[in-house]
T-cell receptor
Framework: GEDVEQSLFLSVREGDSSVINCTYT??????LYWYKQEPGAGLQLLTY?????DMKQDQRLTVLLNKKDKHLSLRIADTQTGDSAIYFC???????????FGAGTRLAVHP | DGGITQSPKYLFRKEGQNVTLSCEQN?????MYWYRQDPGQGLRLIYY???????QKGDIAEGYSVSREKKESFPLTVTSAQKNPTAFYLC????????????FGPGTRLTVL
């Protein structure tokens, strides 16, 4: 069945780069998404990548997609304390309007 | 999520009571979704609607009901049949179709006393 896995926790120093990883199982996924959730809030769409792309860059965010290994990563350059949050990876199953979410990676940024 | 409102932000319910969570949007989006979030888990789809007067069950529909009488509104009722309703409920909207990107509201935290 469909499944998305993420590591649960990442701690980085302020100013360093953060890399959050995600693996998925559905080879027919069309789009893959990264969402950010701050405490007590809804999910904020950060970026997404179409399955025929390898990389997408948007300011401090870089998404890398390895479709062969079904691996997605989100790199945050110059990580700030305001980046502390839970980051969710999600895949869209091919031909079906459904998002499959990972359990989320909690990013902690320390001075 | 500026165009998606959920109310109330916090909701308390006694066991055995039904309760309705509101989701309203002014984005003119056709598709609307309800998800449930439990601590340490990803989001799970409860119900979704691609168009007015039509909706489909998601992965965990048991104990929930919805209606879609207006494009702007997609209320979720948590019934007494839902065995473990305490959770964070998130509404999302999208333009619909296979390239649909979903945008989320601020959520409602439901606690059963």
């Amino acid at each position: 069945g469909e499944d998305v896995e993420q590591s649960l926790f990442l701690s980085v120093r302020e100013g360093d780069s953060s890399v959050i990883n995600c693996t998925y199982t559905d080879s027919s996924s069309t789009y893959l998404y990264w969402y950010k959730q701050e405490p007590g809030a809804g999910l904020q769409l950060l970026t997404y990548i179409f399955s025929n792309m390898d990389m997408k860059q948007d300011q401090r965010l870089t998404v890398l997609l390895n479709k062969k290994d079904k691996h997605l990563s989100l790199r945050i350059a110059d990580t700030q304390t305001g980046d502390s949050a839970i980051y969710f990876c999600a895949e869209r199953s091919g031909g079906y309007n459904k998002l499959i979410f990972g359990a989320g990676t909690r990013l902690a940024v320390h001075p | 999520d500026g165009g998606i409102t959920q109310s109330p932000k916090y909701l308390f319910r006694k066991e055995g009571q039904n309760v309705t969570l509101s989701c309203e949007q002014n984005l003119n989006h056709d598709a609307m979704y309800w998800y449930r979030q439990d601590p340490g888990q990803g989001l799970r789809l409860i119900y979704y609607s691609q168009i007015v007067n039509d909706f489909q069950k998601g992965d965990i529909a048991e104990g929930y009901s919805v209606s879609r009488e207006k494009k702007e509104s997609f209320p979720l009722t948590v019934t007494s049949a839902q065995k473990n309703p305490t959770a964070f409920y998130l509404c999302a909207t999208g333009k619909g179709g296979n390239t649909d990107t979903q945008y989320f509201g601020p959520g409602t935290r439901l606690t059963v006393l």
